[in-house]
């Protein structure tokens, strides 16, 4: 038995003596291609957080096998998703293996890879001053490990993520020639840095290549890049036209700041697959202040398979934790309609009230055609209009706000900016029976007065339940669907306007 330990023991000596040999040969085989090779860069960035980096960078290669460390990459990359070429000759670079270094330096890292190695403690005296240095060695940073957890986000994108560790200096234990201690124990010095450490994620790749200057092309996946549509409409005096200008919010939290960047942005449903492991970063979303003008290389849109693409005409820089406005349209004296809707409820027509239903909300819409006629006819992203006009003096005031859903051209888009102040509405059942088990007759009467200087038109849409007929009414109705009706009532200032009808309900 003893025999055998020290074979093993000599079989782990030689391994040991021949690793720095090892790697001091793999150390002059390796290149670094950092932000200063960098030549080309084109950013796709998606709606649900997701974007794609596509870059070339000149490098000098050599002739063989050798390890390429290609430095400044997105922290929350999807290192499953990376593809390297060479641009000009694909067949003179090979991929042997692909490595993903993230293990960043922080001195709790750094504490938890000299457990069982000797460190120097320096203590000063506070009497004068005078540093003593002492030797001890590192048993424990006295910190809990961090378990691992599954995830998913809001969007459905999930991963495996291992806390961030943090260790306090004051609970690390050491053996000194005085015995085991821990607390306050003096500043800690060690002897170097492990060169598992990297300053920021890195992508290494094992290459074997036929040498010379190369430009290499790598694509990768991230997450931490997101943008939206924001959107200002101004109404005119009379409220019949608005002037409509876009913004694209793009929000960065990738971890890497890009310059001269080709900038394009899809608008659409991709489908990505939940990621059940990995390493995955930070990221955000938020509003800013509009900025810049209106004018120059603006925003390009195009088809592209089931989405739109919009392509910057010109080149930007993209900064790490930045937040940029960029304006996408921007036109005015666009056709508006203004609509007022006092909406009911399916249940009303199988059950009997008592009480009137007083103070109705009567919606207020605005409505205005995605026409090329009127100066649009692009696909509009989805996001958020806010819409405002000016006041007696001049000044514009905010007035509400929708959101809307991605809208191809000649669609009609409809925005529901609050409830109108001088309309009020009310509700009365005036008579219900039961047929029999499944057969209901009720009959509503619905009053609206306008307390407006002006004539509107109050649109009231019923939604119908089960079988439906309508046995009187008062006034025409149009039949908007098989379970909706919407009556059109036409309401002078300072008036009062009754509807009345009886519907037969069958389930």
């Not at 053996?175 to 306050?184: A, K, S, V, Y």
Request: proline share 4%; with cysteine.
């Amino acid at each position: 038995m003893k025999a055998t330990e020290r074979s093993m023991g000599l079989l782990v000596l030689a391994a040991w003596l021949a690793l720095p040999a090892g790697a001091a040969a793999q150390e002059e085989r390796r290149v670094v291609a950092g932000a200063d090779a960098r030549q080309t860069v084109n950013l796709t960035v998606y709606n649900n957080n997701l974007a794609l980096v596509r870059e070339t960078r000149r490098v000098e290669l050599p002739n063989g096998t050798f390890v390429l460390r290609y430095e400044d990459v997105a922290k929350a990359v999807r290192p499953e998703t990376v593809y390297i070429r060479d641009v000009s000759d694909p067949a003179a670079v090979t991929v042997l293996e692909q490595n993903y270094r993230y293990d960043i330096l922080t001195p709790s890292r750094l504490m938890e890879l000299y457990v069982g190695e000797d460190l120097t403690l320096v203590r000063e005296n506070p009497a004068d001053g005078q540093e003593t240095r002492v030797q001890a060695n590192l048993l424990s940073t006295g910190s809990q490990p961090q378990v691992g957890y599954g995830y998913y986000d809001p969007y459905g994108y999930g991963g495996y993520y291992a806390q961030p560790s943090y260790v306090d200096p004051g609970s690390a234990v050491y053996r000194t020639d005085e015995g085991i201690t821990f607390g306050d124990v003096g500043r800690i010095v060690f002897p170097s840095v492990p060169d598992t450490f990297v300053a920021r994620p890195t992508l290494e790749w094992l290459l074997k290549s036929t040498g010379g200057a190369r430009t290499i092309e790598a694509t990768y996946l991230t997450y931490g890049l997101s943008w939206q549509s924001d959107y200002v409409l101004v109404l005119t005096e009379d409220e019949k036209k608005g002037d409509l200008a876009g913004w694209v919010t793009l929000r960065n939290d990738a971890g890497i700041t890009l310059k001269d960047v080709r900038l394009q942005l899809v608008a659409g449903d991709v489908q990505i697959e939940p990621q059940y492991g990995g390493y995955y970063g930070g990221y955000g979303y938020g509003y800013g202040r509009y900025g810049g003008a209106y004018g120059g290389a603006g925003f390009a849109e195009e088809g592209m398979f089931e989405y739109h693409l919009y392509t910057l005409g010109r080149n930007t820089d993209v900064a790490d934790r930045e937040q940029k406005q960029i304006q996408l349209l921007g036109v005015d004296a666009i056709p508006m309609e203004k609509k007022f809707r006092l909406q009911g409820d399916s249940y009303y027509f199988v059950g009997e009230y008592g009480a009137p239903m007083q103070n109705l909300q009567v919606g207020v819409f605005v409505e205005f055609v995605n026409a090329q006629s009127a100066g649009l006819g692009v696909a509009l992203p989805a996001g958020v209009i806010r819409v405002y006009k000016a006041d007696s003096s001049g000044a514009q005031q905010f007035i509400g706000e929708d959101r809307i859903q991605h809208t191809p051209r000649e669609e009609r888009v409809e925005l529901r900016l609050g409830n109108a102040f001088d309309i009020a509405a009310e509700r009365k059942q005036t008579d219900f029976e039961i047929l029999s088990s499944n057969l209901y007759e009720t009959a509503w009467e619905i009053k609206l007065r306008n307390r407006k200087t002006e004539t509107v038109v109050v649109e009231v849409l019923e939604p119908m339940a089960g079988d439906w007929e309508i046995l009187e009414k008062s006034h025409d109705y149009v039949k908007e669907s098989a379970r909706l009706v919407r009556f059109d009532l036409t309401c002078p200032p300072d008036q009062e306007i009754v509807l009345t009808y009886r519907v037969r309900t069958r389930y």
